[in-house]
């Protein structure tokens, strides 16, 4: 799968989790919880190819996967 691909199927999931996720006017998408907390955020644009893999690393540390 591609990268966009992987983040949309990553964005579905957090959704399907019960999370809000939005794309921020700084080109972050970013992911708040039901009570409207900011829990993270990761960019729509990857600088590399470890930046989704390093998005999934932080939320499943923070309990969110």
Same mark, same amino acid.
């Given at each position: 799968?591609?990268?966009? #691909?992987?983040?949309?199927?990553?964005?579905?999931?957090?959704?399907?989790? #019960?999370?809000?996720?939005?794309?921020?006017?700084?080109?972050?998408?970013?992911?708040?919880?039901?009570?409207?907390?900011?829990?993270?955020?990761?960019?729509?644009?990857?600088?590399?190819?470890?930046?989704?893999?390093?998005?999934?690393?932080?939320?499943?540390?923070?309990?969110?996967?």
């Amino acid at each position: 799968m591609t990268e966009t #691909g992987d983040r949309r199927k990553l964005i579905r999931q957090l959704t399907r989790n #019960g999370y809000t996720v939005t794309h921020g006017k700084n080109m972050h998408w970013k992911i708040y919880d039901a009570d409207g907390q900011l829990v993270g955020a990761f960019p729509s644009t990857p600088g590399d190819h470890r930046s989704l893999n390093n998005t999934i690393s932080f939320l499943k540390q923070q309990g969110i996967l």
